[in-house]
T-cell receptor, first 118, second 110 residues
Framework: GAGVSQSPRYKVAKRGQDVALRCDPISGHVSLFWYQQALGQGPEFLTYFQNEAQLDKSGLPSDRFFAERPEGSVSTLKIQRTQQEDSAVYLC????????????????FGPGTRLTVL | TQLLEQSPQFLSIQEGENLTVYCNSSSVFSSLQWYRQEPGEGPVLLVTVVTGGEVKKLKRLTFQFGDARKDSSLHITAAQPGDTGLYLCAGPNSGYALNFGKGTSLLVTP
């Protein structure tokens, strides 16, 4: 069965370039999450989609980060004018159920996109 | 923010040894999850603990949730090289997502 896939797996960008990272969640999964994982750290939440609606973007570090999920399936995380501090692994996760505050909802993670900004 | 602190940060042991890693918080969690992440891959869920004092076993791995639901431990018996990886604990926050600890990086050498 297909899991969560992400592309590209690796991306090298020059400082100031724009990048777009793609996530294909498990078919039928309502919820989609983006996390950022810096080297030697655990994943940190960026944003949450319920179908096509972006319900929480509180974790996005700056207005250079933008995410969308226009048809409620594939999602794209875009980073404009990349900076060196943006270098990290960007993880996408999906889950079958609607996420509710304080309650666990099993999330399935993709392999991540490793972004290196030179 | 509900912080999760994991210890130790790094652990290098030989095959056959036992080990315990810890996940602690000052906050109460409705549940805690343990994930293992291998290089170049995303985290994979190992177990979810929900009830204070709960103990769950997964082959050679034993997970315990503290009575007050603020901490958890993972014990591995007779570690094998295949156990090598980053072990992450996580708990749901008041929003939609998971709060993760920084992880324990485990290396098991033959």
């Amino acid at each position: 069965g297909a899991g969560v896939s992400q592309s590209p797996r690796y991306k090298v960008a020059k400082r100031g370039q724009d990048v777009a990272l793609r996530c294909d969640p498990i078919s039928g999964h309502v919820s989609l999450f983006w996390y950022q994982q810096a080297l030697g750290q655990g994943p940190e939440f960026l944003t949450y989609f319920q179908n096509e609606a972006q319900l929480d973007k509180s974790g996005l570090p700056s207005d250079r980060f933008f995410a969308e999920r226009p048809e409620g399936s594939v999602s794209t995380l875009k980073i404009q004018r990349t900076q060196q501090e943006d270098s990290a692994v960007y993880l996408c996760a999906s889950s079958r159920l609607i996420a509710t505050g304080g309650a666990y909802n099993e999330q399935f993670f993709g392999p991540g996109t490793r972004l290196t900004v030179l | 923010t509900q912080l999760l602190e994991q210890s130790p940060q790094f652990l290098s042991i030989q095959e056959g040894e036992n080990l315990t890693v810890y996940c602690n918080s000052s906050s109460v969690f409705s549940s805690l999850q343990w994930y293992r992440q291998e290089p170049g891959e995303g985290p994979v869920l190992l177990v979810t603990v929900v009830t204070g004092g709960e103990v769950k076993k997964l082959k050679r791995l034993t997970f315990q949730f503290g009575d007050a639901r603020k901490d958890s431990s993972l014990h591995i018996t007779a570690a094998q090289p295949g156990d090598t990886g980053l072990y992450l604990c996580a708990g749901p926050n008041s929003g939609y997502a998971l709060n993760f600890g920084k992880g324990t990086s485990l290396l098991v050498t033959p």
